[in-house]
């Protein structure tokens, strides 16, 4: 507080009465100048604590309300002359107030001699004292009570808006529910467990009667569109846990060509993991490895980092490269994260799901003939160029969900998800059981 009256004394020496009059406070009558004016322009809202109509002895009733980022103090109906004119500007930081006003003499001749003061106001539940850091020029102490009129209990003004805001959201969430299942969701009617095809890359992925899913950008951007109110990037598919709510896989297929293996022998997960440590952003406290980058016997590279934030967030991705004849499958797994998350039955997870993807004769890796087009990157600048720290700008996103069908707190833009909330013991165990369904299935 002390800072705040030093910088506040340094504006008053190197501005005018007259600047700060014009910023500050006012002698224009602009505003409301009688009781049921002022009134009229607080209903209808939520108000802040110091909003309201107040009276003191010598001002009479005073105006208080939200103008952008600060808050005016009006003079609306008392004994002096400046009835409708501006009085003070209020700026709070965080639960206490500030505030610039104007203070004035009588001259012997009637007129009045202007100043500026500051002070800072301590607010209670219907009264708040107006505390000056200086005396006035005539040495008199202007630190004075201020009693509320209206509305008289604002907690239970607010509280009206409250309940309708809840009801407001609810209607918009029970919309969204609705838009959510009008989705053209595969395997939703009749689950069983499947293959199905992948747009687009001459490849299937083996569905469990517990999945659902999207096909095609127009369905997924619909998808994206009720979440996030945007589309997505590219996805050719989104697949869902629609038992336990555990996983969404988003798979995106790149007919980039044929991507050569020659250099996977140079990929060192120690120079990776340096190297976004140290072009991690400044809010980032350090990225370590769930599971290195990983290239299995069917042509599929899987790897896993979390991300520690400075603000306490932890995050994670998770990638699946499976790779084709003219082309290769780019896979983000948002997983849900129990208090005893096993990092070695999660790689098992990913690889076992890498391992239901298939690509046709002829599309195959291994069907690669001379004369097929090549990939610019090959696996070691792919893994390297899908490696980097995602910021967190849809984070406010997930806030924006939790309302919305709390089973669907997870599904946010892949492959991020932040790693909130305690799971029970069970639903570590429906994610070991689903892992060995996959694996009796395939």
Excluded: C
Aim: charged residues 25%.
């Amino acid at each position: 507080m002390k800072l705040i009256k030093f910088y506040t004394f340094l504006f008053l020496v190197f501005f005018s009465s007259n600047v700060l009059s014009s910023e500050f406070w006012s002698n224009k009558v602009d505003g409301p100048t009688s009781n049921e004016e002022a009134i009229k322009m607080l209903q209808g809202k939520k108000l802040d604590p110091i909003e309201g109509l107040w009276f003191t002895d010598g001002l009479g009733t005073l105006l208080i309300f939200k103008d952008q980022n600060q808050f005016k103090m009006y003079i609306v109906e008392g004994p002096t002359d400046f009835n409708g004119t501006l009085e003070a500007t209020i700026f709070k930081r965080g639960n206490s107030y500030d505030f610039i006003g104007r203070v004035w003499y009588t001259q012997t001749d009637g007129s009045y001699k202007y100043g500026s003061q500051s002070g800072q106001i301590e607010l209670y539940n219907n009264y708040f004292f107006q505390k000056y850091d200086s005396l006035s020029d005539e040495g008199v102490n202007m630190d004075h009570k201020v009693t509320r009129i209206w509305p008289e209990d604002i907690v239970a003004y607010n509280n009206k808006f409250k309940q309708k805001e809840t009801n407001s959201e609810e209607t918009k969430q029970d919309q969204k529910t609705k838009d959510f299942y009008a989705l053209n969701w595969f395997n939703l009617d009749d689950p069983k467990g499947h293959h199905a095809e992948i747009p687009n890359s001459n490849s299937e992925v083996y569905i469990l009667e517990t999945e659902i899913y999207l096909k095609g950008q127009d369905e997924i951007d619909k998808f994206y569109n009720i979440l996030f109110n945007e589309n997505a990037s590219s996805n050719d598919m989104v697949l869902i846990d629609n038992e336990n709510y555990g996983y969404t896989i988003y798979i995106d297929y790149l007919n980039d060509g044929y991507v050569s293996l020659e250099d996977w022998k140079d990929v060192d997960s120690k120079n990776f993991l340096e190297e976004m440590n140290s072009n991690a952003d400044k809010t980032i406290n350090n990225i370590i490895w769930v599971f290195e980058p990983k290239i299995n016997e069917n042509k599929n590279v899987t790897y896993s980092y979390k991300i520690n934030w400075e603000d306490g967030n932890i995050t994670l991705e998770t990638k699946i490269l499976v790779l084709g004849r003219k082309g290769y499958h780019d896979i983000a797994v948002v997983k849900k994260i129990t208090d005893d998350f096993d990092a070695k039955e999660f790689e098992e997870f990913a690889l076992e799901f890498a391992n239901t993807i298939n690509f046709k004769e002829g599309f195959k890796h291994s069907d690669y003939k001379s004369g097929d087009k090549v990939a610019a990157l090959t696996i070691g600048g792919l893994v390297a160029g899908s490696l980097g720290v995602k910021t967190l700008a849809k984070a406010g996103v997930l806030a924006k969900i939790l309302p919305f069908l709390i089973k669907f707190w997870w599904v946010i833009l892949a492959p991020i998800v932040g790693l909130i909330g305690i799971w029970s013991k069970n639903k570590k165990d429906n994610y070991q059981t689903k892992t060995r369904r996959r694996k009796k299935k395939d």
